[in-house]
């Protein structure tokens, strides 16, 4: 079993079957990190006695385990970063509890990413879906002039040849991807600005960007993730409100580097697909892939 210079950093509220099912994915992998911390960010389901339970299986694979429970939810950047500042190794992996490895070897393809070009800052994997026939979700971030989000490749094929190599890319999204630990020190922490969540990933993209590195984007590395499922228990209309108004604080902060990012996509990129136009079929499929194709 290959061991890894990352740690891994999971929050969960709530959504218990998918935090399960997201670590049991981890474990059954061909390689494991140094440091797992799952943080129980004020569940109110049985979160805690999952994570009770999985805790001896964690340690028994080698694995050195930081685990603890906030009393409420602190918000994803808040409690991303007292996880991140307890990091030890080189590298930091941020995933959402509803994601679920597709590469078996996911973890040494980032970190022999990384390890040969240190002008990377964070890496992201291609994110598909995990239902047939996994179309991606997301293969790096594009941003407009005007500050508008694209999900690069949503709602293509998984094996479309223009997500089909690696590239660089203006953001990623932190559903999963893999940074320096040591950002936390030389660009900063997440920004709790942008409380709960939404947009706290792409700000601190284009601060690693102004310090001179480079985000990036791979198809080597496969990530299922169900899309939704961590932010559901904000509940839609205020999730809905919650992205307009960091949206708001992201455009006023930037809006003067916009223009300067270049590679703009066709205005159609920029229309957000909704998960009915993106042709799944409802058939869950969550296989290990040995390797990326």
């Avoid at 997201?22 to 109110?44: H, K, M, Q, W």
């Avoid at 997301?138 to 999900?151: D, P, Q």
């Avoid at 455009?251 to 223009?259: D, E, M």
Wanted: hydrophobic share 35%.
């Amino acid at each position: 079993m290959a061991r890894c210079d990352c740690a891994l950093v999971i929050l969960a509220h709530n959504g218990v079957e998918f935090s399960e099912r997201c670590v049991r994915s981890l474990l059954g992998a061909s390689d494991l990190p140094a440091e797992l911390f799952l943080i129980d960010n004020g569940s109110t389901d049985c979160t805690p006695e999952l994570f009770r339970r999985l805790a001896p299986e964690v340690r028994a694979a080698g694995v050195r385990l930081h685990t603890w429970r906030n009393e409420e939810n602190k918000g994803c950047s808040a409690a991303r970063n007292e996880a991140w500042a307890k990091v030890t190794v080189p590298y930091t992996v941020f995933m959402d509890n509803d994601t679920a490895v597709c590469t078996r070897d996911w973890l040494s393809r980032f970190e022999r990413l990384m390890t040969g070009d240190p002008g990377f800052g964070i890496l992201g994997p291609k994110l598909i879906y995990p239902y047939v026939p996994h179309p991606i979700q997301c293969a790096g971030v594009n941003i407009s002039r005007l500050g508008r989000i694209a999900f690069m490749g949503r709602g293509r094929a998984r094996r479309d040849p223009r997500h089909s190599e690696s590239r660089r890319v203006h953001a990623l999204i932190s559903a999963c991807w893999i940074m320096r630990t040591d950002l936390r020190e030389r660009v900063g922490y997440l920004d709790e600005l942008f409380h709960p969540v939404q947009y706290e990933d792409l700000d601190l993209c284009l601060r690693a960007r102004e310090a001179g590195f480079a985000m990036a984007y791979t198809p080597d590395v496969e990530i299922y993730h169900f899309e939704g499922i961590t932010t559901a228990s904000l509940g839609d209309q205020a999730y809905r409100s919650t992205i307009a108004r960091n949206s708001q604080k992201f455009r006023q902060r930037w809006h003067p580097v916009f223009k300067t990012l270049g590679d703009e996509l066709p205005p159609d990129e920029y229309r957000w697909l909704q998960t009915g136009e993106l042709g799944l079929t409802p058939t869950l499929d969550l296989t290990y892939s040995a390797s990326v194709e």
